[in-house]
């Protein structure tokens, strides 16, 4: 689907919980690559988190999901080379086309159509923030393997929301409150 055609409280659910720095980098951000490293090393373990929307991306389209240091190294130079071609409005709607979001739903309008049976341009302020928490972890975030972590993640996605400056707290509070109706 093209960029119009997401929902804008969509559109700001995925950058607020996926990437908030979004406008801001120009396909890595340093900060969170350097806290990724950090704990990577007191944590010893590899290559975990820090993957700005771009990284994501290149990782999706072109890479593996291995953990290892030198697919990250790749992601990074693939997500650099992404950002010089293409602007960030292209991204993000490729990026939205593509991501998986559970049970055989790639793209956020075929997400949109199997958990609310509407296009991705007619959800609610709570059905996209549940369709940006699933990003996290399709398998165990879908509603329709367990509620109660969808509904947690929304939540989460909800108040990034608002400390990103998209909702007010108090939006955030009553959004919150309100179920979320699956087809």
């Not at 406008?23 to 990724?36: E, F, K, P, Q, W």
């Not at 940006?132 to 329709?144: K, T």
Request: charged fraction near 30%; aromatic fraction near 8%.
């Amino acid at each position: 689907i093209a960029y119009d055609d997401i929902a804008p409280r969509l559109r700001q659910a995925v950058l607020a919980s996926e990437d908030a720095g979004f406008d801001r980098h120009v396909g890595l951000s340093v900060t969170r690559v350097a806290l990724a490293a950090v704990r990577d090393l007191l944590e010893w373990r590899k290559a975990a988190g820090a993957s700005t929307l771009t990284q994501q991306l290149a990782r999706n389209l072109f890479l593996t999901s291995e953990k290892t240091w030198e697919r990250k190294v790749k992601e990074a130079i693939l997500a650099v080379q992404i950002e010089k071609r293409y602007t960030k409005r292209e991204i993000f709607t490729i990026y939205c086309n593509q991501i998986y979001l559970g049970h055989g739903a790639y793209g956020v309008e075929a997400a949109s159509r199997l958990y609310f049976v509407k296009p991705a341009r007619q959800l609610t302020l709570e059905e996209a923030a549940l369709i940006a928490g699933i990003i996290q972890l399709p398998e165990r975030q879908s509603p329709f393997v367990d509620m109660n972590r969808a509904m947690r993640r929304r939540n989460y996605v909800l108040q990034r929301m608002a400390e990103e400056g998209y909702l007010s707290a108090d939006e955030a509070e009553a959004a919150k409150k309100r179920p979320i109706v699956l087809r």
